[in-house]
């Protein structure tokens, strides 16, 4: 929502949620879960209209959402235009040097491109 508010563009961003049906590994997928900050709940057979012996032990992942990566491509462009940072497509990069302080220039193959880094 940020993004498509700063740019004026679209993302294709459309919260939907996720219902993992059985069968499953229930703690390795509430461990998951945890681990990534992903907000999860079971969800009751009798709320479903899907048939209950398939809904036992489902778990709902309500957060989780779609996106369309061309829309989402085109908003992220528009933000880092607007944000003045160069953007070279099919150019190949250099590997990152291991670096406490921040990127301030990337290296292409064969020549040098400074650019800001948001």
């Known amino acids: 929502q940020q993004l498509t508010e700063q740019t004026g563009e679209p993302t294709g961003f459309l919260p939907s949620g996720f219902l993992l049906l059985p069968p499953f590994n229930q703690a390795r997928a509430q ?3 945890e681990q990534n900050q992903q907000p999860y709940q079971p969800v009751p057979s009798a709320q479903s209209l899907i ?3 398939l809904m036992s032990g489902a778990m709902l992942l309500p ?3 779609q996106v369309r990566p061309p829309y989402l491509m ?3 462009r528009a933000y880092l235009q607007k944000h003045q940072v160069t953007m070279l497509e099919q ?3 250099m590997p990152l040097q291991s670096n406490p302080t921040p990127c301030q220039s990337m290296w292409t ?3 040098r491109l400074t650019h800001r880094v948001i």
């Open 31 to 33: 461990a998951w879960c």
């Open 51 to 53: 048939s209950e012996d």
């Open 63 to 65: 957060k989780v959402a």
């Open 74 to 76: 085109k908003a992220m």
């Open 91 to 93: 150019t190949e990069l």
């Open 109 to 111: 193959v064969p020549t």
